[in-house]
């Protein structure tokens, strides 16, 4: 920090507070907003917390001027919120924000029109992002995190003000995601459902009047919600709205939907190009991806392994863990194409050792009984149609579409692209040749 005079360091202050009542005296939201920032690092605020830390009575310069002192109860604690943060004492940062933004909604509920949501998002933003840095600092000398829960608790508080009739109930969604975030952060994602249900049941809410911004939020988290659940077709519609209404230059949250949409993709037998994955860093799916089209197993497990971390942290290891049942359904129609090439009368004829065979040379070790569970359980789940001769450890395959569509879908008609003009991306499906 450079060297700072005490007229310097008063002329910083004074130039804020009146930035400050201008802004709320004209309802400037927009100019507003900036002044809230205190984790942007922006050069303003950094210099002003220089100038708090030189002149230390800034207090009685609010309270000298009336249009200053009627905002002390806010702008007071948000000073010594950016002094802390300057100093890197996050934990106390953040108390202070906490109490600046508690005084802030008490004025924001007071006001008629909603020209302060801006400013309202950035607060929203700001407490979120200081309670998470701030349980770090606490967990970083042993004591229990728990500002962020704090957090949690006082943007519900925020999203009960904003949910009521009038022009405020647009900054809903925005809530709604800075809460989605903490939730899914702490690991309470079951926290997600009174504030969904309020969004999606309340008659007061048409989502489309929400902003673009919040609305692809939104959907990225139900659908990944929807992924947890198992609710594929739900996850399905959610991500894929988020993935069609993104911002096409934001490469980096395209990455984050296709993250999840892929594997929902993957379980309806829908495989994306290597190009896509390339594109976005996806490689981690490309050899799944590999496996459902050769029907190799040993491929799929492998790659299940090399990244089981990374799938367990995005919850979707078991999703990909249960396109086992697609890998060997491939197997079988592999098996049959071969057969049907050789002598077509016998092709619907599969006898289980030649799949023991087939599955011994991808060195999966598996015997007749084991291979017989498996059958049974893809012509139970109508991945397979046929039946078995048991005394001749035989399955029998229809004559008539042997290996139905998953979902009931013909895939040969399917192809996924994003609504953008600016970009699409065209998936290879599961086919026969």
Avoid at 35 to 62: C, E, G, K
Avoid at 168 to 182: D, E, P, S, W
Wanted: glycine share 4%.
């Amino acid at each position: 920090m450079a060297y700072i005079s005490m007229g310097e360091a008063h002329r910083r202050i004074t130039e804020y507070l009146n930035r400050f009542s201008d802004a709320v005296f004209s309802q400037d939201g927009l100019s507003l907003k900036q002044l809230f920032a205190v984790s942007s690092d922006s050069p303003t605020l950094l210099s002003l917390a220089d100038a708090l830390n030189v002149f230390q009575d800034a207090n009685r310069v609010i309270k000298q001027s009336d249009n200053y002192s009627q905002f002390g109860e806010i702008i007071v604690p948000l000073f010594r919120s950016l002094q802390n943060y300057r100093l890197g004492h996050l934990v106390d940062s953040y108390q202070a924000f906490e109490k600046c933004a508690n005084a802030f909604i008490q004025d924001f509920r007071n006001w008629e029109s909603a020209w302060a949501l801006e400013a309202l998002y950035v607060i929203a933003y700001e407490i979120r992002v200081l309670a998470e840095r701030a349980d770090r600092e606490l967990a970083s000398i042993g004591k229990t995190p728990e500002k962020l829960k704090g957090a949690g608790s006082f943007l519900m508080k925020v999203f009960g003000i904003l949910a009521g009739k009038g022009q405020k109930r647009v900054g809903a969604l925005y809530v709604t995601c800075q809460l989605f975030k903490i939730y899914f952060k702490l690991g309470t994602v079951h926290l997600c459902r009174s504030v969904i249900r309020s969004i999606e049941t309340a008659r007061i809410f048409d989502f489309e009047e929400f902003p673009v911004r919040d609305k692809v939020t939104y959907m990225y988290y139900t659908g990944r919600l929807e992924v947890f659940n198992e609710n594929f077709s739900a996850a399905d519609h959610k991500l894929s709205y988020a993935l069609t209404h993104c911002n096409p230059h934001s490469e980096a949250n395209i990455r984050m939907i296709l993250k999840y949409l892929i594997p929902v993709k993957l379980s309806v037998g829908i495989l994306p190009k290597n190009s896509l994955l390339e594109k976005y860093n996806l490689v981690e799916y490309s050899n799944v991806v590999q496996a459902l089209k050769r029907g190799d197993l040993r491929l799929l497990r492998h790659a299940l392994q090399e990244h089981e971390d990374g799938f367990l942290r995005s919850g979707v290891y078991l999703v990909l863990e249960k396109l086992e049942l697609q890998v060997y359904q491939r197997l079988v129609k592999k098996i049959y194409i071969i057969q049907k090439q050789k002598d077509p009368s016998k092709a619907h004829q599969i006898k289980l050792e030649v799949i023991v065979k087939a599955l011994k040379w991808l060195e999966m070790d598996m015997d007749v009984d084991e291979v017989e569970c498996i059958m049974s359980i893809l012509i139970y789940k109508n991945l397979v149609k046929g039946y078995f001769a048991h005394k001749s450890k035989v399955v029998v395959l229809s004559k008539q579409d042997p290996f139905p569509k998953l979902n009931g879908q013909n895939l040969e008609a399917l192809s996924w692209s994003a609504g953008h003009a600016a970009y699409s991306y065209d998936y290879g499906l599961i086919h026969a040749s």
